[in-house]
């Protein structure tokens, strides 16, 4: 079984600044992937970035890059000069293998509460 | 391009009535689910399938049911409505490939069960 922990429930932070949101895991598995997520007020998913296990290098999304520290388990989000749109709840999420050897369904963290203060 | 299509967009039912959830993707995903989202919880995984005709259960799939007869659609079945399953759910689907690709969310729908 996979676990994630997010351990900001919520961050204000200055427009413009950098911001780094918290996410470790757990899991037994070699093989697996790392996401983020953000949920606007309007209550959509949107995917914003993804991690191979296996890539070594850091996933980087214009403004989103994952600092992926695999011995730490940690894959926190960073986002580069915020704006008054990156306020919105934020996601880290992990897919495995399943039985089948394809990938499993998500497990999510329980979030972050990103508000971004002018 | 509609993505993944849930409906409705909100419910309100009666403690024992039953409904169906729709969620219905055009990508051609072999990979669906159902995730349901309580205040403070995140999303955790309710059913999956991974294609027609096979389904498995999440963290959480006591009260609901689902199937899968076609590629694009996978309905959520509420059989008798508890106060307890009052959240938002998410479909989500995603392509069968090697790896971990993202999944792709429908818009939600907000069940009250009152």
């Known amino acids: 079984a996979q676990k994630i922990t997010q351990t900001q429930p919520g961050m204000f932070v200055q427009e413009k600044e950098a911001v780094t949101l918290d996410c470790t895991y757990d899991?037994?598995?070699?093989?697996?992937?790392l996401f983020w997520y953000k949920q606007p007020s309007s209550g959509e998913m949107i995917f914003l970035i993804y991690?191979?296990?296996?890539?070594?290098q850091n996933a980087t999304e214009g403004r989103y890059s994952l600092n992926f520290q695999k011995a730490r388990k940690s894959a926190n989000l960073v986002i580069s000069a915020s704006q008054l749109g990156d306020s919105a709840m934020y996601f880290c999420a992990m897919r495995a293998t399943d039985s089948g050897g394809g990938a499993d369904g998500l497990t999510f963290g329980k979030g972050t509460h990103l508000i971004i203060q002018p | 391009n509609a993505g993944v299509t849930q409906t409705p967009k909100f419910q309100v039912l009666k403690t024992g009535q039953s409904m169906t959830l729709q969620c219905a993707q055009d990508m051609n995903h072999e990979y669906m689910s159902w995730y349901r989202q309580d205040p403070g919880m995140g999303l955790r995984l309710i059913h999956y399938?991974?294609?027609?005709?096979?389904?498995d259960q999440g963290e959480v799939p006591n009260g609901y049911n689902v199937s899968r007869s076609t590629t694009e659609d996978f309905p959520l079945r509420l059989l008798s409505a508890a106060p307890s399953q009052t959240s938002v759910y998410f479909c989500?689907?995603?392509?069968?490939?090697?790896?971990?690709?993202?999944?792709?969310f429908g818009q939600g729908t907000r069940l009250t069960v009152v």
């Open positions: 989500a689907s995603s392509p069968r490939t090697g790896g971990f690709p993202e999944a792709f």
């Open positions: 899991t037994s598995d070699q093989s697996y992937g």
């Open positions: 399938s991974v294609g027609a005709g096979i389904t």
């Open positions: 991690q191979g296990s296996y890539d070594e």
